[in-house]
């Protein structure tokens, strides 16, 4: 049996993330490429012992959330939720006591910035702490930090001979505690991704009251880039930029075509469970095949979610409802949305630029080819075929024979 090789060199970083930025992350990425470690763990904290968690502090698992969605896709990295889930406060040394347990041959590197460095000497068991890890500390931007940091890290060494690395890198000046108030003010900081900012305003976090029926079309790509894992970002975003360009060529609305091309894998990230869950929710009876095809879900919950929480139009939800296997009779931001997420400048397959060329010359005829190439693609990996698709092709055929 093969047995997964335990990281060695295993970077800490903890912190109430409240929310994530991208101070947090540029540093800690900084300092694990730099020590070269086999694993970064994210700890947020419970209760911190040196700070207040302040009024409106979202729930311990929206912390947990934000970070998730802020660290999506990064390698080697892992959040550990144990001192969300521990009682009273979250003593760090608790945390390091459990990770030697968990990884009896780990080195590890604790990170900090400055302001938690600089009160070392009033955390719990910090002699002990010390000799447990090498600490590693971000500048946080101040003047003459990197000259206080240094002259502590020198004191630390000599009274208690901890190992200290003071990293070097350009601070990222920010706080939580600004972003904080930057949200409270109805203003999207930069520093925090899309994806968190979009989950703030979906969750209603930190006082913010938006009305999530009557957002920006910035606000919407946030809440949209909150709801898919990083990887699939590129693809929704391109498939906005293909919708737009097929709206202007064939007359559609333009926004109706953003909206649905943002939303329209909204629910693509969720399990099986979790889609039927949606399903029960939202009365959808699903038919054979659909009870069997969790490809085919994501369409018909994405709608009803794109509904239910951002309000969209019957026209949208629609456009999302058909966007997996099309129909006959479809609409033409139907058609746009459908053709949008399969010619996206993200998708390579064979045959795609030429449909992409035909996309803007004769949409039917794009549409027909795409039915085309999805059934014949079905059938070489002996998938079935959705009935829908194969009344989409025949309506679209008995249309080329009416002309
Ligand atoms: P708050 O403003 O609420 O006090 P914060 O911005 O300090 O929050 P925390 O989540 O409390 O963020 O910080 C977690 C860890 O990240 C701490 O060690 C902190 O010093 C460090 N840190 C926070 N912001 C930065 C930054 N911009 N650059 C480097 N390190 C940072």
């Not at 505690?177 to 305003?201: C, D």
């Not at 926004?255 to 009365?283: F, G, I, N, P, S």
């Not at 369409?299 to 939800?317: F, N, P, Q, W």
Request: with cysteine.
């Amino acid at each position: 049996m093969e047995t997964k090789q335990q990281p060695k060199k295993i970077g800490i970083f903890g912190g109430t993330f409240n929310p994530p930025h991208i101070g947090h992350i540029l540093s800690a990425e900084a300092a694990a490429k730099k020590l070269d470690v086999d694993l970064l763990l994210l700890i947020p904290t419970g209760l911190p012992p040196h700070k207040e968690l302040p009024e409106q502090t979202p729930t311990a698992e929206d912390r947990l959330e934000m970070l998730r969605l802020a660290t999506d896709g990064m390698k080697n990295t892992e959040i550990l939720d144990w001192e969300l889930k521990r009682a009273g406060k979250s003593y760090t040394i608790d945390t390091v006591h459990a990770l030697q347990a968990e990884y009896p041959d780990g080195e590890f590197y604790l990170m900090m910035g400055t302001d938690m460095f600089q009160s070392l000497e009033s955390w719990r068991e910090y002699e002990a702490l010390l000799s447990l890890v090498h600490l590693v500390v971000f500048n946080r931007g101040e003047k003459e930090e990197t000259e206080r940091n240094r002259a502590y890290a020198q004191k630390l060494k000599e009274q208690y001979g901890a190992d200290i690395i003071c990293m070097r890198e350009k601070p990222t000046v920010i706080s939580s505690t600004q972003l904080r108030a930057a949200v409270k003010e109805g203003t999207w900081h930069p520093f925090v991704s899309p994806a968190v900012y979009g989950y703030i305003l979906r969750r209603q976090l930190y006082g913010i009251k938006r009305d999530l029926h009557r957002l920006s079309i910035e606000e919407l790509r946030a809440v949209a880039c909150s709801f898919l894992r990083a990887k699939r970002v590129p693809h929704v975003m391109g498939t906005e930029r293909a919708a737009i360009a097929l709206a202007e060529r064939w007359g559609a609305s333009k926004e109706d075509a953003q909206v649905a091309a943002l939303l329209h894998d909204c629910t693509k990230r969720l399990t099986m469970e979790e889609q039927l869950k949606l399903c029960e929710k939202y009365d959808i009876v699903l038919d054979d095949l659909e009870q069997k095809a969790l490809k085919l879900l994501h369409a018909l919950t994405g709608a009803e979610v794109a509904r239910e929480v951002c309000g969209v139009s019957d026209a949208v939800y629609s456009a999302i409802r058909w966007h997996t296997t099309g129909k006959a009779d479809m609409s033409l931001l139907e058609k746009i949305i459908y053709m949008a997420d399969f010619i996206e400048e993200n998708r390579d397959f064979p045959g795609v630029e030429p449909l992409r060329k035909l996309a803007f010359e004769d949409l039917d005829r794009a549409m027909l080819l795409g039915f085309e190439m999805t059934i014949e693609e079905m059938n070489e990996m002996g998938n079935p075929i959705h009935f829908r698709t194969l009344e989409a092709r025949d309506w679209l055929k008995g249309k080329r024979h009416e002309c």
